[in-house]
């Protein structure tokens, strides 16, 4: 079962940040915070994923809290193609199955 | 980055038909790959772990002798959709983990069955 808590579904204006939370109370130490996003009839692309630290790279930022029962991933400047369902997940990487929750719906309008 | 081929990207076949899809890691090794089905609206659904060289292990719910999933070599994964019916028809993707990469785990581009 998936392990996180994500909003439906959220609008954003394009230009604007888009600020995407995630809550994953219960969350071990050994398991990463990953993003994931899925744009219509494509294959998940990565985002970005970290374990503890803020982490930010060309795509977005992540923004994880200090007891890592939620976090935000950060899209600075949203566009029109950033439209796409955007999951987290708590993983510990290559030692376990990558199960989606439904994601967060999120529409950037002109 | 770690890229994973997934082919064919789109196929219609004839109900009681079979169907082959591959999934390639292209510049790595994939020991462990994981097969996934999605309908409409829906969320990613695991099907199958598969792993390199050994039988692969199915989700609860999910038929091993309808969904044939065989992991020869380390860069390719095949599931075949045997017998196929109406009701399979879905977006089915293939992801690798990718041990050691930044990404963990790399997903093909989808493969979309439709059985008339």
């Known amino acids: 079962d998936a392990k996180t808590t994500q909003p439906p579904s959220m609008d954003c204006a394009e230009g604007r940040a888009a600020n995407l939370p995630c809550n994953h109370s219960?969350?071990?130490?050994?398991?990463?915070v990953y993003w994931y996003r899925q744009i219509h009839s494509q294959g998940p692309q990565y985002i970005i994923h970290?374990?503890?630290n803020n982490e930010t790279n060309e795509m977005a930022s992540l923004i994880i809290t200090e007891d890592r029962k939620s976090s935000t991933l950060i899209l600075p400047h949203a566009t029109l193609r950033d439209t796409a369902v955007y999951y987290c997940?708590?993983?510990?990487?290559?030692?376990?199955?990558?199960?989606f929750g439904t994601g967060t719906r999120l529409l950037v309008s002109p | 980055g770690a890229v994973v081929s997934q082919h064919p990207s789109w196929v219609i076949c004839k109900s009681g038909t079979s169907v082959k899809i591959e999934c390639r890691s292209l510049?790595?090794?994939?020991?462990?790959m994981f097969w996934y089905r999605q309908f409409p609206k829906q969320s990613l659904m695991l099907m199958a772990t598969?792993?390199?060289?050994?039988?692969?292990?199915?989700e609860q719910g999910v038929e091993k002798d309808k969904f044939l999933i065989n992991h020869a070599s380390l860069t390719l994964s095949t599931l075949t959709v045997t017998s196929a019916h109406p009701e399979d028809s879905s977006f089915y993707i293939c992801?690798?983990?990718?041990?050691?990469?930044?990404?963990?785990?790399?997903f093909g581009s989808g493969t979309r069955l439709t059985v008339v």
């Open positions: 997940i708590v993983i510990t990487p290559g030692f376990q199955k990558l199960v």
């Open positions: 992801s690798a983990v990718t041990d050691g990469r930044r990404s963990g785990y790399t």
């Open positions: 598969s792993n390199e060289g050994s039988k692969a292990t199915y």
């Open positions: 219960t969350i071990s130490g050994n398991e990463y």
């Open positions: 510049d790595f090794q994939a020991t462990t």
């Open positions: 970290g374990l503890k």
